[in-house]
């Protein structure tokens, strides 16, 4: 069969298959949407906080987010394969919502949430975890920065006056939410454009 | 490594052939997007390769009875969903692939 292939068809075939198996593989772009929809989420809880509703802003609208991201996630990708990738990293965000979805909400209860660095911080330090192993996993450098970013608004949080410490908190939402989420978006975006159909 | 002026390469005794149940473009990809995931939907095989319903209807049969895939229909929510595996088979002979690919490019592969 060779005696007809040229050398740049079989390098062709061999860049096919690395494409392909990438393509099994990449999940986590496909997900920017749903770090703009939490970077978001955020922002409202903490508008409506600072309105007065301590209590309840997180909780509301952390299950706001919840349902959101469930139902949208649903109509995306209802035909996802599953890969071992895909539910390490998977399994990592289901167990910070899940910790963030009891510990906030009985803080907030108890009256126990008192202080705003601890909460930045405990926050912060949360995500920074999350996106760290994330970004471990997947072998992501721009994540692997969104997690340090995380890292050092955790520690900033505990310094300064209330109001530096909410700074830091908005800042490092913009940068690992709202722009990671898009750059996702658009890296998700760009990789779909490239694909062209293949014919037997 | 022998080309010929049309830069074909030339075939040598000590040189591998090619799997042609794996060389074909489709069957190829879709042995490599399935190595890379646990099992697939039809349609996400379809959204992938871009490919028309009966052109990768034929080449997963193709693949299925070459013994590299398995096929297993069930119903969601009452809609029909085919899912597809890559078999042991199937990897070997994709790895096997890949190898005679690479010792036929020999230092061309990084070209």
């Given at each position: 069969?060779?005696?007809?292939?040229?050398?740049?068809?079989?390098?062709e075939?061999l860049?096919?298959?690395?494409?392909m198996?990438?393509?099994?593989?990449?999940h986590?772009e496909?997900?920017?949407?749903?770090?703009?929809?939490?970077?978001?989420v955020?922002?409202?809880?903490?508008?409506?906080?600072?309105?007065?509703?301590?209590?309840?802003?997180?909780?509301?609208?952390?299950?706001?987010?919840?349902?959101?991201?469930?139902?949208?996630?649903?109509?995306?990708?209802?035909?996802?394969?599953?890969?071992?990738l895909?539910?390490?990293?998977g399994?990592?965000?289901?167990?910070?919502?899940?910790?963030?979805?009891?510990?906030?909400?009985?803080?907030g209860?108890?009256?126990?949430?008192?202080?705003?660095?601890?909460f930045?911080?405990?926050?912060?330090?949360l995500?920074?975890?999350?996106?760290?192993?994330?970004?471990?996993?997947?072998?992501w450098?721009?994540?692997?920065?969104?997690?340090?970013?995380w890292?050092?608004?955790?520690v900033?949080?505990c310094?300064?006056?209330?109001?530096?410490?909410?700074?830091?908190?908005?800042?490092?939402?913009?940068?690992?939410?709202?722009?990671f989420?898009?750059?996702?978006?658009?890296?998700d975006?760009?990789?779909?454009?490239?694909?062209?159909p293949?014919?037997? | 490594?022998?080309?010929?002026?049309?830069?074909?390469?030339?075939?040598?005794?000590?040189?591998?052939?090619?799997?042609?149940?794996?060389?074909g473009?489709?069957r190829?990809?879709?042995?490599?997007?399935l190595?890379?995931?646990?099992e697939?939907?039809?349609?996400?095989?379809?959204?992938?390769?871009?490919?028309?319903?009966?052109?990768?209807?034929a080449?997963?049969?193709?693949?299925?009875?070459?013994?590299?895939?398995?096929?297993?229909?069930?119903?969601?929510?009452?809609?029909?969903?085919?899912?597809?595996?890559?078999?042991?088979?199937?990897?070997?002979?994709?790895?096997?692939?890949?190898?005679?690919?690479?010792?036929?490019?020999?230092?061309?592969?990084?070209?």
């Amino acid at each position: 069969m060779q005696d007809q292939t040229s050398e740049q068809e079989l390098k062709e075939r061999l860049s096919l298959i690395e494409s392909m198996i990438a393509e099994g593989r990449r999940h986590t772009e496909s997900w920017g949407w749903t770090f703009v929809l939490w970077g978001l989420v955020y922002y409202l809880a903490i508008a409506w906080s600072a309105w007065g509703q301590r209590v309840w802003a997180w909780p509301v609208s952390m299950l706001i987010g919840v349902i959101v991201t469930v139902v949208v996630a649903s109509l995306k990708g209802g035909n996802q394969p599953e890969t071992t990738l895909g539910r390490a990293v998977g399994s990592i965000w289901i167990a910070l919502g899940i910790s963030m979805f009891l510990l906030f909400p009985a803080l907030g209860l108890s009256g126990r949430l008192t202080d705003q660095h601890v909460f930045v911080a405990v926050i912060a330090a949360l995500l920074g975890m999350a996106n760290g192993a994330s970004a471990l996993i997947l072998r992501w450098k721009v994540q692997l920065a969104c997690a340090v970013v995380w890292w050092v608004a955790a520690v900033a949080a505990c310094f300064g006056t209330d109001a530096q410490g909410m700074i830091v908190f908005l800042a490092a939402i913009f940068l690992c939410q709202i722009v990671f989420g898009v750059y996702g978006m658009i890296a998700d975006a760009q990789e779909r454009g490239r694909r062209a159909p293949i014919h037997a | 490594m022998r080309r010929s002026a049309g830069g074909a390469l030339q075939s040598m005794p000590d040189l591998p052939e090619l799997n042609p149940v794996v060389h074909g473009r489709l069957r190829l990809a879709l042995l490599s997007l399935l190595s890379g995931v646990e099992e697939a939907e039809f349609t996400w095989l379809r959204a992938k390769t871009e490919a028309t319903d009966g052109n990768l209807g034929a080449q997963l049969l193709k693949l299925e009875e070459a013994g590299y895939l398995t096929v297993k229909k069930k119903f969601v929510l009452r809609k029909p969903q085919t899912l597809y595996r890559i078999t042991e088979t199937g990897r070997q002979a994709l790895t096997e692939y890949v190898q005679a690919l690479k010792q036929l490019l020999g230092p061309a592969i990084d070209a």
